[in-house]
């Protein structure tokens, strides 16, 4: 049994806390124990303690490399491994946590023996902006753990049909925290002078329509023609359908993805010659999203087909990523099925 945000508890007010609105949830969910309340919160404590690094990070040496590259090639910022190892002790501490799954980790790593719940996270997205102050993230999910095995770590390896929590953060102008529980989406900011995260944006829900699409580029040499197609016709002159979009991308999914729920639209990150499986990690970075912008009201596909649908074979598995509103995702599956 999970505790959320249900639809039978007090509608969410502007001002509430975190702790407060799952709190809430707990008191309306029949047979509700508390733990997936504690977890959640475990997640929340450890995203302001990365905060509080991140907003020091020039002043206590922690911008720059380690010299070291991550299970996915990629170099490895000195605040990456601060935000896992942060996340890694407060879900362990949390006891309700009985594997995680972490973008910095080769394995799956475990945790309490009697947690109920797997948590998956991309601890620092956004790295590569860390240096130069451009906002950056962190994003999680919780799927409940079946059994407990020493082969746990296949938990993990369901479709996000089956997630119960996902959320993210954006350390930017502020620190917000986006969050749901499958009855909706909400959005809460952190004050720092009192260290809580307040309901700020409850109710989320993505446009039908937007009027900005988010995508690199400087990939398209590499994309297929369908791509290529989809590109043009976003960018042509068609006043009768709203034409062209304007381009907005920050290069951080956390700060690009935020955007488009706010204000609807489209990201893309396609399949392309250099990654043809796609770049982005299925687990915890396309699936959490992929949830939140479902309860939203939004969509979100590999190009063609639902992301929570697909099933990983593996933790750091890649895939293509297109969310955001509805009818602008429709609109690139017809350019990537050859309707256009």
């Keep these: ?43 929340a404590l ?19 490399y380690t010299g070291e590259t991550n299970v996915q090639g990629e170099e490895v910022q000195k605040l990456d491994v601060f ?25 799956a790593r475990a945790m309490s023996p009697t947690g109920k719940y797997l948590v998956a996270f991309d601890p620092l997205d956004g790295s590569s902006n860390i240096d130069v102050n451009i906002s950056i993230g962190t994003i999680f999910c919780v799927l409940q753990a079946a059994r407990v095995s020493d082969h746990l770590a296949e938990g993990f390896l369901q479709p996000g049909t089956r997630i119960v929590a996902a959320g993210y953060s954006v350390y930017g102008s ?3 925290l986006v969050l749901s529980t499958g009855y909706g989406v909400h959005g809460f900011t952190l004050d ?8 700020s944006h409850p109710n989320i829900r993505c446009p039908d329509r937007g009027k900005t699409y988010s995508v690199n580029e400087g990939n398209l040499g590499r994309w297929d023609d369908r791509v290529k197609k989809w590109a043009a016709w976003i960018k042509s002159e068609d ?20 955007r488009t729920l706010l204000k609807g639209g489209i990201f893309a990150y396609p399949a392309d010659a250099k990654s043809p499986g796609g770049k982005l990690r299925l687990l915890y970075e396309a699936n959490p999203m992929a949830y939140l912008f479902e309860q939203a009201g939004g969509v979100a596909t590999n190009g063609v ?19 955001g509103s ?3 995702v429709a609109a690139y599956r017809q350019f990537a099925v050859g309707e256009r």
């Design 1 to 43: 049994m999970t505790e959320s945000i249900a639809p039978h508890a007090p509608p969410p007010v502007v001002g509430t806390t975190l702790e407060g609105l799952i709190t809430a949830g707990t008191r309306g969910t029949p047979g509700a124990t508390g733990e997936f309340a504690s977890l959640l919160n475990s997640v």
């Design 46 to 64: 450890a995203i302001r303690i990365i905060h509080t690094r991140v907003r020091a990070a020039g002043l206590a040496g922690m911008l720059g």
């Design 83 to 107: 935000a896992n190892d942060v996340l890694c002790a407060v879900l362990e501490k949390s006891g309700r946590c009985a594997m995680l799954a972490s973008e910095e980790l080769d394995e």
């Design 174 to 176: 502020s620190t917000s």
């Design 192 to 199: 720092p002078s009192v260290g809580e995260f307040f309901l």
């Design 239 to 258: 006043k009768a359908r709203g034409l062209p979009y304007g381009h907005r991308y920050v290069g951080s999914l956390v700060a690009d993805a935020h």
């Design 305 to 323: 087909d639902r992301i929570l649908d697909l099933v990983p074979k593996g933790l750091h598995d890649r895939t293509p990523l297109v969310l």
């Design 326 to 328: 509805k009818d602008d």
